[in-house]
């Protein structure tokens, strides 16, 4: 019985956590969630709102934070998503900025 409501705890403070997080503002490069909006915009990619969305749906958990990058090696634009997951673990998911197309889910193990 003692085990139960241990857990019972735990699930709770986890899920106490994820909602402090999930209030949180996304933030781009600069923190500058505005800036990111135009740059989408300009060059017709899908929001950040959007990538966000899309990076939930392949990796469930809270946004800790969004950046438009642009490729390193190819041409392109990735949105970053950071995402915690309920065990605490943190992930990168990449979304293609021009087809909201999800490029990789790598863990982050820093």
Known sequence: MHKASNK???????ALFLGAMA???????????????????????????????????AKPGVVKEVELERRKFKSGWDYEVEIVDSNGAEWEVYIDAKTGKVNSINRDWF
């Open 23 to 57: 209030s949180q503002p996304a933030l781009a490069d600069d923190d500058d969630v505005q800036k990111m909006s135009e740059k989408a915009k300009a060059f017709g990619l899908i929001s950040h709102e959007e990538a966000q969305s899309k990076a939930l749906a």
């Open 8 to 14: 019972s705890v735990n699930l709770l403070m986890i």
